[in-house]
């Protein structure tokens, strides 16, 4: 809790003897000096204010003491902040610290069709109401549902898949994780697996605003249409106290060696709205040179080591997280196996605190239907640092 703080008047050393000595001559007698209020370093109000129960908004978190705020001093505590484990303050103000809710990814069927079941693989254990007021304005998922990259409704249920594993890449937390695909959201073993060579499912769509992109990396290489194109999308509320989100990605493409820089280019984006005000667009899934991710992305790791058209690839992952996915296996004339996959990603992007944003986990192929691509996504996470980008996961690959 805060405390308050005093100055100390600084009296003459005559009249400190004077005082010390009991002396009463003549009228003058020291004046009392009084406390000034001052905030303390962690609180957000005045403590002479925000102490009192009212019907005011003192610390400015959108909460008054009537609306559930049990710490009207300070802004990241309150009904619709996230309660950080592990360090015994409850910011939620439920009345018990660290209570947020955890450990909901318990698995699913793999073809489970409730895009809810996609919510808890990504580890996100709670909901809330988008008409929530006052103590019940709360973070949490908002709505859930898998549609194309575009948002219209998504026809084909072999587009995503809940997994315990692909192949030899197991999940980043909990027991599954979401896999997406321009494809089947299948392993060779699976059942419902397609080609990896095309599984054409015989639509089309649009994209996320901004898009088609090209990479810079490709200059001259226009995209063509989305086709059979795949997503997630979640609505979710902010907690009051965050300034950004984490998850992990790892995207697998059939694309490479052979269709490097194509305009046949598969691409995965991860799509927020609103976006990052020093954005180009809503896409927050990009490597340093704003390339969005794709076979030409920098951050491509997975793969045995070659140079195509003077560009090196140094494949530092090698390609044994390819293994049972059948990016290992299955060959074009043109692109032979081992393929290619980033390995798993961390992408950090701001988050606006307390508002509600969509987010739109896309993937798609570009001019036709052939040669599939697959992002599993995981381990989705609040965080109270400012970083952003996306970069190698830490941990094993």
Not at 17 to 22: D, K, N, S
Not at 107 to 118: E, H, Q, S, T, Y
Request: charged share 25%; aromatic share 8%; net charge negative.
């Amino acid at each position: 809790m805060g405390h308050r703080t005093y100055r100390l008047a600084v009296l003459p050393l005559a009249l400190l003897a004077a005082c010390a000595l009991g002396d009463t001559a003549g009228d003058a007698s020291p004046t009392p000096t009084t406390p000034l209020p001052s905030f303390d370093g962690d609180l957000d109000a005045d403590p002479t204010k925000c102490r009192e129960p009212n019907d005011v908004d003192d610390d400015g978190d959108g909460y008054t003491e009537a609306e559930g705020d049990c710490d009207d001093c300070r802004r990241g505590i309150n009904p619709g902040a996230f309660d950080f484990p592990g360090n015994g303050i409850d910011e939620d103000c439920s009345g018990v610290a660290d209570d947020e809710p955890a450990d909901c990814d318990v698995g699913a069927a793999l073809d489970d069709p409730d895009a809810r079941a996609a919510v808890r693989a990504l580890g996100l254990c709670k909901w809330a109401s988008a008409d929530g007021q006052g103590k019940e304005r709360k973070w949490g998922v908002l709505s859930a549902k898998y549609v194309k990259p575009d948002g219209t409704p998504l026809p084909e249920p072999l587009s995503h898949g809940i997994m315990s594993s692909f192949g030899v890449n197991e999940p980043r937390e909990g027991k599954s994780f979401l896999a997406l695909s321009s494809g089947s959201a299948r392993a060779p073993d699976m059942p419902g697996y397609k080609d990896l060579l095309g599984f054409r499912k015989g639509y089309t769509s649009s994209v996320p605003a901004g898009y088609p992109k090209e990479s810079p990396a490709c200059p001259g290489i226009v995209s063509g249409r989305a086709h059979d194109g795949a997503a997630l999308e979640l609505e979710l509320r902010v907690p009051t106290n965050v300034k950004s989100f984490r998850v992990d990605q790892n995207f697998f493409t059939l694309e490479f060696p052979g269709y490097v820089c194509s305009k046949y280019n598969d691409f995965y984006v991860l799509d927020m709205e609103p976006k990052v005000p020093d954005y180009p667009d809503g896409n927050v899934a990009f490597d340093g040179a704003g390339n969005p991710i794709s076979v030409n992305n920098a951050l491509l790791q997975v793969c045995e080591r070659r140079t195509i058209d003077g560009r090196e690839y140094t494949c530092p992952l090698g390609t044994s997280s390819l293994g049972g996915t059948g990016f290992d296996t299955v060959s074009d004339e043109y692109s032979p196996a081992p393929h290619a996959a980033t390995g798993w990603l961390t992408t950090y992007a701001p988050a606006p605190a307390g508002k509600v944003i969509r987010l739109r986990f896309a993937i798609w192929d570009s001019s036709d239907g052939n040669l599939d691509s697959t992002v599993l996504v995981d381990r989705f996470e609040w965080s109270d640092s400012g970083r952003r980008g996306t970069n190698a996961a830490d941990g094993p690959n």
